[in-house]
């Protein structure tokens, strides 16, 4: 599986690339729409661009899938503190793409670490991380133990794939 953050616009589609500058091993459309459905090897038909904005890609060459989620002017953390109930938001940064900050507060590690999420309140799409990268469905992030307690700034950048406590 594989799983990245993109900022979509394109007017044509798009086709799946098994690596770099190679044109001739792809994955295009096999059925579906814009945000899910298969994927079918050397196919002619491109997969439909979803509207303008910024999508998680998340493509399974086993399954032969591929599903998309847009991702808001929020993005969420939990865990913190080992407080799990509450989702508590970062915000979109004014004229960035995907690059989203917000203050958090620690008292105290976390034994599992936080984890960060695209929607309020739904615990399937997370990312986890450590040493200032993230991994999508990665394990929580433990950066706030080696933190002393107090009030940080949290900067995600969802299409670079990184976190910066500062």
């Known amino acids: ?15 799946i690339y098994t690596e770099k500058d190679n044109w001739n091993d792809f994955y295009k459309q096999g059925t579906g729409d814009a ?12 997969l439909p661009a979803p509207e ?18 847009k991702v808001g002017n929020e993005i969420y953390y939990s865990g913190l503190n080992d407080d799990w109930n509450n989702f508590s938001p970062l915000t979109l940064q004014t004229g960035s793409t995907a690059t989203y900050t917000g203050n958090i507060t620690i008292s105290k590690a976390s034994e599992w670490g936080f984890k960060l999420y695209l929607a309020d309140g739904n615990w399937d799409v997370t990312f986890g991380g450590s040493n200032g990268t993230l991994y999508y ?7 706030d133990a080696t933190l ?19």
Not at 52 to 69: H, M, P
Not at 137 to 143: A, L, P, Y
Request: charged share 15%; hydrophobic share 35%.
């Open 1 to 15: 599986n594989y799983a990245g953050v993109v900022n979509v616009n394109s007017q044509w589609g798009y086709g």
């Open 35 to 46: 945000l899910q459905g298969t994927l079918i090897a050397q196919s002619e038909t491109n």
């Open 52 to 69: 303008a904005g910024v999508y998680l890609f998340d493509v399974s060459l086993k399954e032969l899938s591929y599903a998309l989620i």
């Open 137 to 143: 469905k990665g394990d929580g992030i433990t950066d």
């Open 148 to 166: 002393s307690p107090g009030t940080y700034t949290l900067t995600v950048n969802l299409i670079k794939g990184t976190y910066e406590i500062k």
